[in-house]
């Protein structure tokens, strides 16, 4: 302002020898772009190594697409070659899990983007899915009845759900768990339902809906109580918590607020028991199994149920079996390893006692499906490396004798179009190839000697017995015996009864495929070291503890 003051300057400090050499040294530093806006070489790299751990899935992504594209190119015509690409693809699949497999240690495990975790035990079930899945397209192939419907939909909704358990077997994070298991269940909500002009496939897709719906509704809840309490959705650090306190984890919680924690476990064990078929989450099993297309039967029973409990012990793992958790919460473990041998019990009795009234042969396997995940759980009973071991074992079991039954079914309807037991009679004479290959199936079921049913259960006998759960290991073998009582009443039909005057329909391929895995049935269960040694690494990966305290 005019006629002010002026404002005397503040003189400047002397700058230091050091602070002067630091500005030169800036001044000649070469200048470089943010590394948001370019990647340097090490961020690419670090990318495309990160891809290559979850090759298996993209190649999937990219099959769904292709199947897409080539159903619309064709409009749906070049049924053959659409399944024979199909394969092919799934056939990279397998070849890139086993290189997978060979890659990592025992107890290996690598990340993928932060989500995704490669390690053994989600290796073996994709492994065995993947191969699960190229017999189920071989039934859609081999079924005639499936021709007169969209076939491009029909497999790029089996990839599609096949993409949802690649990530729900190999993750740690519960929100990547939640997706696949949504992707898995919306694909096979529209598989159940496939036959649009069936109302019972219409009521089975409805019945699915309405169950997942619920069971997704309560499984979220328990997991954003579980967040709520720890901070966290990573299971790999939500037991033991994080350094410095923080997140939680529930070592810490279970001292504080064992009820909450106690809650939110059994709210997404809920959501797995769904999954699962395992009692009282069951009751959309039967009328599901019953209404949909038999491949998607085949499917539901085999790959995706699978999924469930695969999923199942690495929660159960994580939260109250590794190195450094177990021994903080082990009265709490062992008090969820009596809850499940509970629901291992009334699982496999409910089922085999449901079964022994079916007189549809869809629906006796749909019962006999809930018993076996039974079975299974006495593995996760006994809350150890070993038990999750049987556990594994008897699920890829459960992989070679579901898949040989339901190709049997679909043998028998398309000889009968028929699914009831009686339309059986005399079968065995007029089609003694797969009738036999089906008694083998039925054996290994029922748990027979010297089949690979057998084995397994013996595994989770041994293992139940092991760990003072003698009373568990009574009522599966009493089980064993009720199930005998309904596998017979196939077999009589087979071959004790008056054969029906009816044309034979041969059904070469189909046949062919039924002998094969008639065949794997009985040699996996006479030669079983190697399938031993694979289901003993693959939850070894999860870094399990082989120790746990009975609860006071």
């Known amino acids: 302002m005019p006629g002010a003051a002026p404002v005397p300057l503040r003189p400047s400090r ?6 002067a050499r630091l500005d030169e040294a800036l001044d000649r530093a070469p200048r470089q772009e943010p590394r948001g806006l370019r990647p340097g070489p090490i961020a690419v790299n670090d990318y ?24 619309l190119v064709t409009k749906g015509r070049d049924c053959r070659r659409l399944a024979y690409g199909t394969l092919a693809g799934l056939g990279l699949v397998v070849w890139l ?12 495990a690598v990340s993928a983007f932060g989500m995704v975790t490669v390690d053994r035990f ?34 790029f909704l089996l990839i599609g759900a096949a993409i949802g358990i690649f990530f729900m077997v190999s993750t740690n994070n519960l929100l990547l768990l939640m997706l696949g298991l949504e992707l898995l269940s919306l694909a096979s909500y529209s598989l159940a339902g496939f036959h649009k002009g069936s109302q019972r496939s219409a ?43 923080y997140p939680v984890g529930l070592v810490a919680q ?43 039967t085949t499917f539901l029973a085999v790959a995706s149920k699978a999924a469930g409990f695969a999923a199942l012990l690495r929660f159960v793992g994580a939260l109250f079996l590794v190195d450094g958790v177990q021994e903080a919460v082990h009265a709490y473990g062992a008090r969820i390893g009596l809850l499940l041998a509970i629901l291992s019990a009334v699982t496999m009795t409910l089922g085999n006692l449901s079964a022994m009234r079916q007189r549809s042969l869809k629906r006796l396997l749909a019962y006999s499906s809930i018993a076996h995940a039974g079975y299974v759980l006495m593995g996760l009973a006994v809350m150890t490396e070993a038990g999750f071991s049987a556990s594994v074992f008897y699920l890829a079991a459960y992989y070679f004798m579901n898949l040989g039954a339901f190709a049997f079914l679909l043998y028998f309807e398309g000889e009968t179009n028929s699914d009831e037991i009686d339309s059986l009679k005399g079968m065995g004479w007029r089609h003694p190839v797969v009738a036999w290959a089906m008694v083998a199936f039925l054996v290994s079921l029922a748990g027979l000697p010297p089949t690979v049913g057998f084995y397994g259960k013996l595994l989770l006998f041994y293992e139940g017995v092991d760990a003072g759960l003698g009373w568990l290991v009574f009522i599966a073998a009493l089980n064993s015996v009720i199930s005998l009582f309904y596998y017979f009443r196939v077999a009589k039909a087979l071959f004790l009864t008056e054969p029906v005057e009816r044309v034979p329909n041969r059904q070469p391929a189909l046949t062919g495929l039924i002998v094969g895995l008639s065949v794997l049935t009985v040699v996996t269960g006479i030669f079983n070291s190697a399938l031993q040694r694979w289901s003993g690494e693959a939850p070894r990966a999860l870094g399990i503890s082989d120790q746990l305290e009975e609860p006071h």
């Open 254 to 296: 279970f001292a504080v607020s064992p009820i909450p924690v106690a809650v939110a476990v059994v709210l997404v064990l809920a959501g797995f028991a769904y999954k699962a078929s395992i009692v009282p989450f069951h009751f959309w099993t039967p009328d599901v199994y019953e209404g949909a297309p038999t491949p998607v």
């Open 48 to 71: 495309l190594v990160q891809l290559g751990r979850i090759a298996p899935e993209a190649v999937l992504t990219v099959l769904a697409l292709v199947i897409l594209t080539w159903d």
């Open 97 to 108: 899990l086993c290189g997978q497999w060979a890659s990592l240690g025992e107890t290996g």
């Open 203 to 245: 009521e089975a897709s409805l019945k699915y809906i309405v169950f997942g719906g619920l069971s997704a509704g309560i499984m979220l809840y328990g997991i954003s109580l579980l967040y709520g309490l720890t901070g966290t959705i990573d299971l790999s650090v939500m037991g033991r918590g994080g350094e410095g306190g």
């Open 122 to 155: 989600g290796t073996f079930f994709k492994l065995f899915t993947a191969l699960a899945l190229m017999v189920v397209v071989l039934l859609v192939l081999f079924d005639r009845r499936e021709r007169k419907h969209g076939i491009g939909e029909y497999y």
């Open 14 to 19: 002397p700058r230091s020898l050091a602070s």
